[in-house]
């Protein structure tokens, strides 16, 4: 963005010296150790493992990696002021995220599979989007204020030990979407290929070994990364909006009778609100260096701007392509006999060559939307435990891949179940849990929330983040977790399973999972946790 960009965050040495690694445009600066009084081990872990760990770290550390894991960024360890360009780069980072083929392929299922015209799918994709983004927008904004990832503050809300459930469904969720990027980005690349020469195998494991190198620097990687890979993402998806347009169909109506409609606008709204919503639970892990006195509104604000900006090129793109499936036999030969990837390749299939150049620039997009989850998973992995909070986030993140591309390569073939079955069923969680955060925000943190003798800011402590006897046990919490998924399941609309109140609604269903499990959530957790506080005091 800026020719003289120098501003840096790093790890620690042993000599809790810093290594920095290229960030946001502001001045340099160092920070102290990024670590707990505990970070040498303690009884609970070997002191030999520990020892080895760490060594591995600060080996890390001479090849300017960050090595920071969960512990809190204090505010002088962050950005010393956030001048236009760090606020710029808040709208770029979501672009250039979100701008993506996963999103695109996403789009497609609103004629393709839901049968709904060009005019319905894309009002319940945008105005869906909308609501996701702006869930994922407010999570965004507690980065700075905070200094702490995304599920270390919901230690404040569902306590020690029940926020660790919330933390592997977020695990399966940012594998799964992972996993999703994969398998598109090696449609696409087999697509392109001369007689499909080059398996959809090979460009799993090509985009799995980039995002994997790029997340393994750390945020300051991540964050120049994502600076700049927006731009040819965007002009790849302007070309193949101006090459495919004439095959759009924007006439047919919406297949089936008018219960069944409805259903599934409401099912194809939920997916999409799903896709932005689960950017919720890793959106503030990307803002922890920016300093306390961050305006929130600014933030916010170019959070949804940059997530609208993206789901709605992504989305319309999308369903355009998919509306085309019906009327244009070579774009369901591609659809049917490939997959959603090759739908895309299709739409650039006017320009020759170029187009093939295309289409490979769209795949390798979808490294700038793997990176996210991978960099968070790294330090998710380590909210789990004590011992996980020892292993370095690098060694997470080398899992995290792992895992995810095995799983890329044996599902490669049901791309479209795992967009249909897998998102909506992990919107559900994210709901639930947000539901709870926002009543302990604004109900029980307002006034009397119990801050301790610390800086805190809307009666958090942030100082605590690591002791479990100062947040609350979370009994009211899980039970409300619990009963909000009692309400998903029974409104949910699935391939495999259809709720008795779903069902009620068309002949397949309409997945009502994410308002259902949201309202039930809200409803039974503020009596619960005001008995909590009431007989335990926290």
């Known amino acids: 963005m800026s020719g003289n960009a120098t501003h840096t965050v790093g790890a620690a040495t042993k000599e809790n010296e810093i290594r920095s690694i290229p960030f946001f445009d502001d001045p340099s600066h160092n920070e102290e150790e990024a670590g707990s009084p505990r970070a040498m081990g303690g009884s609970c872990v070997p002191q030999q493992l520990t020892y080895y760990l760490k060594k591995v770290e600060n080996r890390l550390v001479e090849y300017s990696l960050e090595a920071r894991g969960i512990e809190r960024v204090q505010e002088h360890e962050r950005i010393p002021k956030v001048s236009w360009i760090s606020y710029l780069q808040v709208f770029l980072l979501w672009m250039s995220v979100n701008l993506a083929a996963n999103n695109i392929t996403l789009g497609m299922l609103g004629p393709a599979v839901y049968g709904l015209s060009f005019l319905d799918s894309a009002l319940c994709a945008v105005f869906g989007a909308l609501v996701g983004s702006v869930a994922s927008s407010w999570m965004a904004?507690?980065?700075?204020?905070?200094?702490?990832?995304?599920?270390?503050?919901?230690?404040?809300?569902?306590?020690?030990?029940?926020?660790?459930?919330?933390v592997i469904l977020n695990l399966i969720q940012m594998i799964g979407y992972c996993l999703i990027n994969c398998v598109v980005c090696g449609q696409i690349l087999s697509a392109v290929s001369p007689n499909g020469s080059l398996s959809v195998a090979v460009g799993i494991v090509i985009i799995a070994v980039i995002s994997w190198i790029i997340a393994t620097f750390g945020i300051g990687g991540f964050h120049y990364y994502e600076r700049f890979a927006f731009l040819p993402q965007v002009i790849v998806v302007c070309i193949l909006f101006g090459v495919s347009s004439s095959k759009f169909d924007l006439s047919t109506p919406s297949q089936g009778d008018i219960r069944s409609v409805i259903g599934n606008r409401i099912s194809f709204f939920s997916l999409c609100v799903s896709a932005a919503i689960t950017y919720t639970p890793l959106a503030a892990d990307f803002f922890v260096y920016y300093p306390e006195r961050t305006s929130r509104l600014k933030?916010?604000?170019?959070?949804?701007?940059?997530?609208?900006?993206?789901?709605?090129?992504?989305?319309?793109c999308g369903i355009g392509l998919g509306s085309s499936i019906n009327t244009h036999p070579d774009y369901a030969a591609a659809y049917n006999n490939t997959g959603q990837g090759a739908l895309i390749v299709q739409g650039f299939s006017p320009l020759y060559t170029f187009g093939d150049f295309c289409s490979v620039i769209v795949a390798l997009g979808l490294i700038a939307n793997a990176i996210a989850p991978t960099y968070s998973a790294?330090?998710?992995?380590?909210?789990?435990?004590?011992?996980?909070?020892?292993v370095p986030r690098t060694i997470w993140n080398t899992f995290g891949v792992m895992i995810y591309t095995v799983c890329a390569l044996a599902g490669r073939s049901h791309l479209a179940d795992i967009f249909t079955n897998f998102l909506a069923l992990?919107?559900?969680?994210?709901?639930?849990?947000?539901?709870?955060?926002?009543?302990?925000?604004?109900i029980f943190r307002?006034?009397?929330?119990?801050?301790?003798?610390?800086?805190?800011?809307?009666?958090?402590?942030?100082a605590v983040w690591d002791d479990p006897s100062k947040h609350p046990v979370g009994i009211a919490a899980l039970l409300a977790f619990l009963v909000g998924w009692a309400g998903a399941i029974l409104c949910m609309a699935q391939v495999w399973y259809i709720g008795p109140l779903a069902g009620l609604v068309g002949d397949y269903g309409a997945d009502m999972g994410n308002y259902v499990g949201f309202s039930w959530a809200a409803v039974v957790y503020p009596p619960l946790r005001f008995i909590e506080r009431k007989w335990l005091g926290r």
């Open 141 to 166: 904004t507690w980065g700075p204020i905070s200094g702490i990832r995304t599920m270390v503050f919901g230690r404040y809300t569902m306590g020690w030990w029940p926020s660790k459930l919330i």
């Open 299 to 316: 933030l916010f604000s170019l959070s949804v701007f940059g997530l609208m900006t993206s789901f709605t090129l992504a989305f319309l």
């Open 378 to 390: 790294g330090v998710d992995f380590q909210v789990l435990g004590r011992y996980a909070e020892k």
């Open 426 to 442: 992990m919107g559900y969680f994210v709901a639930i849990w947000l539901a709870i955060v926002l009543e302990e925000c604004f």
């Open 446 to 462: 307002r006034r009397g929330g119990g801050a301790e003798n610390e800086k805190s800011y809307g009666y958090y402590n942030w």
